[in-house]
């Protein structure tokens, strides 16, 4: 008989690269081990998916991902009851496998979701942990390894779609932020590719721009675009039509508030 072979190696090693701000990888840890659902809210490309992923892997925890939209019901979630060769066959949504399976069970920009969507979360996101189907009759107790994470960007997601107290106040919640100006440079060189002292004034262009965030722009930009900016620019691409193509036309539609940040871009780039 062939020896046993532990291929899974160290998850720390494997894991998504994920760079913490602060204590987010210990709070998560906790969070699951005491059966807490989380909620991560921060601007969009700062960092949360990957952070999940990360946190997954590290505790070898299967990860199911949910992108909510505005579409989004309690059925689809759940499950239903579909038309198959004449039979009607009661089939399985994300969240229900999540809980049957077990894991990490990620809804991606919930307050998006219907309204009805908070239904199914409550008695899943306390000390009950149930999951009722009500369609079946089925109540699933969620086992030890599920937990439900939600993330969403507060900054222009307006008032009326904001969470209710009553759903919010059932979370654990961390704020995400974009990294110190050192560390994001470290992130997008790893990313990316591109050595860092490239990458430095993309860095600070980010800075600059992130400053004009509620004056001309909805959202400042992501360290995603510096990832793409830098990923062009190790392509091949020069560096003032990779700033142009990947950390200005994606922030505007409007000619002046572009043409001010091209002149941004020109000062601190070249
Ligand atoms: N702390 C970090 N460690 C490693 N990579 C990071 C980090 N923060 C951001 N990144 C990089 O930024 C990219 C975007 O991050 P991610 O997709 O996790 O953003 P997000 O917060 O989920 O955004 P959205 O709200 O738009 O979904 C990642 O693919 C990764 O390249
Ligand atoms: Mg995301």
Known sequence: MKPAVHALGDPLATAPFYAPAGNECALFE?????????????????????????????????????????DLTAADLTGRYLLRGGDTVWTDGPLTRAVREGGICYLDEVVEARKDVAV?????????????????????????????????NPGYQSLLKALKPSTRQR?????????????????VATESGLPAERVRPLVTLAGRLRALKGHDLEEGVSTRLIVY???????????????????????TDEPDVKAALIEVAKAVVG
């Open 120 to 152: 199914v979360l409550h008695p899943l996101t306390d000390d009950r942990r149930i999951l009722p189907l009500e369609r079946t009759g089925e109540e699933l107790a969620a086992p030890k390894s599920f937990m439900l994470v939600v993330s969403y």
């Open 229 to 251: 900016c830098a990923s062009l620019m190790m392509a091949g691409l020069p560096a003032a039509e990779a700033v142009l193509a990947a950390m200005i036309e994606p922030l």
């Open 171 to 187: 979370f654990v919640a961390i704020e995400f932020d974009f990294l110190p100006a050192a560390q994001e440079v470290a992130v």
């Open 30 to 70: 906790l969070a699951w081990r005491r059966g807490l659902p989380l909620l991560l809210k921060g601007p969009t490309g700062c960092g949360k998916t990957r952070f999940v992923a990360h946190m997954a892997a590290r505790l070898g925890l299967p990860l199911h991902t949910v992108a909510c939209h505005d």
